[in-house]
């Protein structure tokens, strides 16, 4: 299995399980593994994530059984070691995400953005703000600031239910290789609060993120507004041992 075997076993089991009922047991380690032709290791660590998700329960001296995630309106973004957007973390697990486009605007970089994207304060940025639903429920309110020069198609492009990270694969060639998170608390202003229908000043997870392509050049830099009710933060940091 070529890529990343882990999320390839994760990803084709998260399909098999939904044609199994709750309390449908899984075959066997050993079994699995002849089957997928991966290590121990890779296996538990795919399984892993559905156990965390909600998806299995592991029951010492039994095996592991067939379940459905307790929390229907919470879920979960991944922050693992793979660079792909929500929308890819979101459909993986059987969502639906749609966005609502707030602005889609050429500003000016200013010192902060130049800063972070490593580009001119006087460089035109495409800024991008998006409503984003899982399954319908509001979860987050996203901001993204990429360099128009390089990326001019992201000003007219029509993000309501497309991913600005495969758009950049598909339409740039763009690989992803790295991206750094700070995740805080952030206290929303009156707009937001109107946007993500909560008070104003409630306190959202904010994830500011930079995301890097090979050879460390920064390409996106962004911030997610995270309700908290609905929505956590899931950090994996793994050796890698394959």
Excluded: W
């Amino acid at each position: 299995m070529a890529g990343h075997k882990y999320e390839q076993v994760r990803d084709h089991l998260l399909r098999r399980i939904r044609d199994v009922p709750v309390g449908g047991q899984m075959p066997a380690e050993s079994v699995l593994c002849a089957e997928y032709e991966v290590s121990r290791i890779t296996l538990r660590r795919a399984v892993d994530e559905l156990v965390q998700d909600g998806y299995l329960v592991r029951e010492h001296g039994r095996g592991t059984f067939v379940t459905r995630p307790r929390y229907h309106l919470k879920h979960r973004e991944r922050f693992v070691n793979e660079v792909t957007g929500f929308y890819t973390q979101m459909a993986r697990q059987g969502h639906t995400v749609t966005s609502e486009v707030v602005a889609q605007e050429r500003i000016r970089a200013g010192a902060r953005l130049a800063a972070t994207l490593d580009i001119s304060r006087a460089t035109s940025v495409i800024r991008l703000e998006r409503l984003r639903r899982v399954n319908g429920v509001v979860h987050h309110l996203a901001e993204s600031f990429v360099a128009e020069e390089r990326f001019p198609g992201v000003l007219t492009t029509d993000f309501t239910s497309t991913s600005l990270y495969a758009y950049l694969r598909a339409h740039h060639d763009l690989l992803l290789a790295r991206n750094e998170i700070v995740v805080g608390l952030h206290i929303c202003d009156e707009r937001e609060a109107a946007l993500l229908g909560v008070a104003e000043g409630s306190p959202l997870l904010l994830a500011t993120s930079c995301v890097f392509e090979p050879g460390g050049k920064p390409v996106i830099h962004g911030t997610s507004k995270f309700l908290p009710e609905t929505a956590e933060l899931s950090f994996d940091i793994v050796a890698d041992v394959e």
